[in-house]
């Protein structure tokens, strides 16, 4: 009774691993690809509302109808938030009246 077992997986059994594998791979990166940019446009539009209202809110207690550079550094300060947001591939736009425009990802998000 000397019966040889054999241990281990085929060729075609490897193969068919590695080929489903690759077919996940190909639907799964996309996707996370775009959860990626949805994110980084969540944050950007966040923001974005974060810094208009720091601009708003520094313009009431001072009683300014417009804002300007200085005025902007001022408030952001005053409010603690970094001089440009750290980590943030936005671009954003402050008018004089304090509203918030931000570019980021596919489309322009204005406040």
């Given at each position: 009774?000397?019966?040889?077992?054999?241990?281990g997986?085929?060729?075609?059994?490897l193969i068919?691993?590695?080929?489903?594998?690759?077919l996940l791979?190909?639907?799964?990166v996309p996707?996370?690809?775009?959860?990626?940019t949805?994110?980084?446009?969540g944050?950007?539009a966040?923001?974005?509302?974060?810094i208009?209202?720091?601009?708003?809110a520094y313009?009431a207690?001072e009683?300014l109808?417009?804002?300007d550079?200085a005025?902007?550094?001022l408030?952001?300060?005053?409010?603690g938030?970094?001089?440009p947001i750290e980590?943030?591939?936005?671009d954003y736009?402050?008018?004089?009246?304090?509203?918030?425009?931000?570019?980021?990802?596919d489309?322009?998000i204005?406040f």
């Amino acid at each position: 009774m000397n019966k040889k077992t054999k241990k281990g997986f085929t060729l075609v059994e490897l193969i068919v691993v590695i080929a489903v594998l690759a077919l996940l791979a190909v639907v799964a990166v996309p996707l996370v690809s775009s959860w990626v940019t949805e994110a980084k446009d969540g944050e950007a539009a966040a923001n974005a509302r974060t810094i208009e209202l720091a601009m708003r809110a520094y313009m009431a207690e001072e009683g300014l109808d417009t804002i300007d550079a200085a005025g902007m550094a001022l408030a952001l300060t005053a409010y603690g938030i970094p001089n440009p947001i750290e980590g943030s591939s936005a671009d954003y736009t402050v008018a004089a009246n304090g509203s918030v425009t931000k570019a980021a990802g596919d489309g322009d998000i204005s406040f």
